[in-house]
């Protein structure tokens, strides 16, 4: 697989954009273009994951703490971890979910 993620990044005016990158048995990787102002709840995932900020600014809160979302960050995330974002400005990112 080759894929230039800089050209998959684009933005909605409101909400979430999720492009699925890769798929199998093993791993899941999704690509998330969050606009300006966007939040997304507390919610937990049954996997262990990792999500890479590519661009953007954010905050991503991990079981109480804060983590700023900037361009290279890596955030490790325990399967069933309780967590939480909003986008300060556009900001696309990484989730990868292993099985």
Same mark, same amino acid.
């Given at each position: 697989?080759?894929?230039?993620?800089?050209?998959?990044?684009?933005y909605p005016k409101k909400g979430i954009i999720s492009?699925?990158?890769?798929?199998?048995?093993?791993?899941?990787?999704?690509?998330?273009?969050?606009?300006?102002?966007?939040?997304?709840? #507390?919610?937990?995932?049954? &996997? @262990? $994951?990792?999500?890479?900020?590519?661009?953007? /600014?954010? *905050?991503?809160? !991990?079981?109480? #703490?804060?983590?700023?979302? &900037? @361009? $290279?960050?890596?955030?490790?995330?325990?399967? /069933?971890? *309780?967590?939480? !974002?909003?986008?300060?400005?556009?900001?696309?990112?990484?989730l990868t979910l292993i099985r």
């Open positions: 697989m080759n894929t230039n993620l800089k050209n998959q990044i684009e492009k699925e990158i890769l798929k199998d048995e093993k791993i899941d990787i999704t690509l998330f273009c969050m606009a300006k102002g966007t939040e997304m709840s #507390e919610h937990t995932s049954t &996997k @262990e $994951g990792i999500i890479h900020v590519l661009e953007g /600014n954010g *905050v991503f809160n !991990l079981e109480g #703490e804060n983590i700023i979302m &900037k @361009e $290279g960050v890596l955030i490790n995330m325990k399967e /069933n971890a *309780v967590h939480s !974002l909003k986008a300060i400005e556009n900001t696309s990112f990484l």
